[in-house]
């Protein structure tokens, strides 16, 4: 198998977490996305043979690629969760002009009406049924994961901002926090029990050691909704998310996107939250974070999307080596792009920063 990669790592999941638990300065840097989409993992595959050897009729070939990937790449870990649920939503669709293109185009949540926007549609509504969630491919990775990697649960819960505006429609949603509050009220219920038993069902596997919730809850300016609202519809789940993990002895990690100053306190000594992912140039750099609350969660990822997309490749290295130069002392920082691997950063940009992070060495 080829490789762009200079150093060789080993998987090893305990490192992992003891870098997020902050638990002093892990012996190698520790890399973290939330996911790459499905056109970058396909690039890395053609270019390097990721996949030789692996039988593509194996009806767990996409869990055996998943696998592969991450080996390749150097993580630690694979992300896993409940299996699938539908939750339809309105989308309009555009083409894709990313670099390695989705044939299906790009897609984008509708922001003004979403299928719930009274109590008809609620109760019309196909909603999952709690009762039928399943666990088949948590169960095979239980089975088959190297033993050096461990499961992050993740997918399938804690989307409590992210719902509330995608099934009614941003726009919908502002109203109706003034007019339908008890409509609003309702869906977060059928909401957060989906959320709690897929939490639960995550969490009782041995191999899952962190719990990864992702809901994007802001803005570049601030929060979707007010910090009383966030802390009625969205804070109060991700609180109860959060107790479920460390009830079982495991941290909670937070996917979210947008300016969550105003929050970010709760998120922290409330909510409690261990880490912090998703971190934009525009709203803070992770190295600014270092000394503020980085003092008292982990911060993971922080290469920003943009800058990844726009920069040379020495920038990007240079960039890499600045962050863990701030971040990497002490522990409670592992290395990733700002958001996610998407299909419009170049590949070698993407390669050159996990190439940058197997080469420090502090």
């Not at 194996?58 to 055996?64: A, K, Y």
């Not at 299928?115 to 095979?140: C, G, H, M, S, V």
């Not at 290469?303 to 863990?324: G, H, N, P």
């Amino acid at each position: 198998m080829k490789s762009p990669f200079a150093v060789d790592v080993t998987p090893d999941w305990e490192g992992l977490v003891r870098c997020i638990r902050r638990e002093g300065t892990p012996a190698r840097v520790h890399h973290i996305e939330l996911f790459l989409d499905p056109e970058v993992q396909d690039a890395i595959c053609e270019r390097y043979d990721v996949l030789d050897g692996l039988d593509p009729s194996d009806p767990f070939f996409p869990l055996r690629k998943q696998i592969a990937i991450q080996s390749f790449l150097g993580y630690d870990y694979m992300r896993a969760g409940v299996d699938a649920f539908e939750m339809p939503l309105r989308h309009a669709t555009t083409d894709d002009t990313a670099g390695v293109k989705r044939a299906s185009g790009r897609s984008f949540v509708d922001e003004n009406r979403g299928p719930i926007t009274n109590w008809e549609e609620f109760e019309q509504y196909p909603w999952p049924d709690p009762a039928k969630l399943t666990t088949r491919n948590l169960e095979w990775l239980e089975e088959n994961l190297p033993e050096n990697m461990c499961l992050i649960g993740g997918g399938g819960f804690a989307h409590y901002a992210e719902y509330l505006t995608w099934l009614m429609g941003y726009s919908t949603f502002c109203i109706a926090l003034y007019e339908q509050r008890d409509l609003i009220q309702a869906i977060y219920d059928r909401l957060h029990e989906l959320f709690r038993v897929s939490a639960q069902m995550i969490l009782s596997s041995d191999r899952v050691k962190l719990l990864w919730g992702s809901d994007d809850m802001g803005y570049k300016g601030g929060p979707l909704m007010s910090p009383d609202d966030m802390r009625t519809f969205v804070l109060s789940g991700h609180r109860e998310m959060a107790r479920m993990a460390h009830d079982t002895g495991r941290p909670y990690l937070l996917h979210s996107c947008g300016n969550l100053e105003l929050i970010m306190d709760d998120l922290i000594d409330d909510v409690g939250i261990d880490a912090k992912h998703s971190f934009e140039d525009t709203i803070e750099k992770v190295t600014d974070l270092k000394h503020t609350y980085g003092r008292r969660i982990a911060l993971l990822g922080g290469i920003d999307v943009d800058f990844l997309c726009r920069a040379s490749e020495e920038d990007v290295r240079q960039r890499v080596r600045e962050t863990l130069d701030v971040c990497l002392p002490g522990g409670g920082y592992c290395l990733g792009s700002g958001n996610s691997v998407a299909n419009y950063i170049p590949l070698d940009n993407y390669l050159a920063m996990v190439d940058e992070g197997r080469r420090y060495a502090g």
